[in-house]
């Protein structure tokens, strides 16, 4: 693997005509839903002034995976990938343009945003397990760099700007921006990917009839859990719950520093704006020193949340963001280990267990935070998710280290 890394390069990847389709619908699609994110978290503390009902809003664009992301995941593999993303993108930019919608009450925007979740998990799906396909061998681990680093410096465009777009036009006006950037996201990949067939119906071509979905379901939840490195991999991603904390208490965080929009997309920004930069740093090193150091930047990822106890300053506290955000860059080498690990036919499945356990994780650590910023206050609250992170991601680490020991074989799938 060192050899291969190391002899990729990055006008190769974008060399790939469908991976730039793929890598501007990513693009699209993440600085909508940074922007949308920003206009609900606003709507919601000015009709409410609660700090605990914003972080639950914000909460939903994460929990409903715990549900749809291994139940709807496994499309990606039972039909074609192409058109799972187009019509997935197609149905949020229906969902998302409802949002704006001013006269409909607070529950019905939460309904429709917990849909909107729905309809992402097989787009994602059906995304992460078409990378690979496009870039094979040398050039996915760079391609997956390049995608997510710009994947992050999408959210800080997103959040960076969503307060000001906010102002602007209002909470209304930024989620129909958020439904162009989702036709959009469609149009590129009708026509700058190729179809291919469904990859679960090929294989079954080959070797055995089809299963059924609920089968395939439990297929690939057992592939993960019954390989230790992919199970490792699974725990130190869960990790991200506690330091993502900030992106739900930032609104509040910022008011409590006496801030308002503008100071909150700054605060927003900072976390994705350090990971581009620690993604950036981390391909400068060897494959085998970022395995060795997953563990280590789980640990420093949550620690700078413990200083907002301190009530620092925006300056400042967008600086411990940002630090934080740099470390959390441990998850492209983890993720693109993962992918590459599991057999094409399952990626899908698998790509939706993984994302189940990552995203529930990250929507239950925010709204714990918000429970704790209810009782005490944000600031408050945010240190005690980085402490408690850090002590899970020792944990984690220990987990990875036993995990590495065990001699690589190749993953047999189901």
Known sequence: MVGVVAKARWRDVFGHAEFRALFMAGVLSVIGDQLARVALSVLVFDRTQSAGLTALTYALTYVPDLVFGPLLAGFADRYPRRRVMIV???????LVA???????????VILLLVALQAFGSPFNAARAATLPVVLPGDHYVLGK???????????????????????AVGTSGGLLLDSVTFLLSAAFIAFGVRSRPAPAQAQAAEDEPRRSYFKDLVAGASLVA???????????????????????LAVPYAAEIGGGPKAAGLLLAAQPAGAVLGMWLITLWSPERR???????????CVPLVFCALQPGLPITVLLWGLSGAASAYHLPASASFVQAVPDHQRGQAFGVASTALKSSQGLGILLAGVLAERFKPSLALAVMGAAGALVAVAAGAAWRRARRIPVGSVKSR
């Open 88 to 94: 997935t993108d197609l149905a949020r930019a229906v």
């Open 291 to 301: 395995m060795r150091f997953l563990g280590p930047l789980a640990v420093a990822a």
């Open 145 to 167: 760099a390049a995608n997510d680093m710009v994947v992050q410096f999408s959210q800080v465009l997103g959040f960076g700007t969503g307060g000001l777009v906010v102002v």
């Open 98 to 108: 409802a949002m704006a919608i001013n006269a409909l009450p607070l529950l019905a």
């Open 226 to 248: 019954r390989t230790p490195r992919l199970r490792a991999l699974v725990v130190l991603a869960t990790v991200a719950g506690f330091y993502v904390t900030v992106e739900g």
